[in-house]
């Protein structure tokens, strides 16, 4: 006769005390397995999401530097037409050299 003691022997006068424990166990481990498998699951979506993210970032900065390029080239153009209004005749002065 075999006995589950602090000794580990098994008892084999009360099998289903055993076999509880081994389902116990199974589940356990079934248990521990689907968490394990959610939480990748969830690892995966936010490396997705991270690099949704990113990828929308860089976009972002790509086309603030072209913003920022249009902006300078038109406060250059800006520049450039003050001073030749600047330098130009005033209407008045070009109507009278005509007469």
Not at 33 to 46: G, M, S, V
């Amino acid at each position: 006769m075999l006995r589950m003691s602090s000794s580990g022997l098994i008892d084999d006068e009360n099998p289903g005390s055993l076999s509880r424990k081994i389902t116990v166990l199974e589940m356990k481990e079934l248990n521990e397995r689907q968490r394990a498998e959610y939480a990748q699951k969830l690892y995966d979506q936010q490396r997705v999401t991270l690099r949704q993210m990113e990828d929308r970032n860089l976009e972002l900065e790509k086309k603030f530097s072209e913003l920022t390029r249009m902006n300078l080239e038109m406060q250059r153009t800006e520049r450039e037409l003050r001073e030749d209004l600047a330098h130009s005749v005033p209407r008045t002065v070009s109507d009278a050299d005509k007469r």
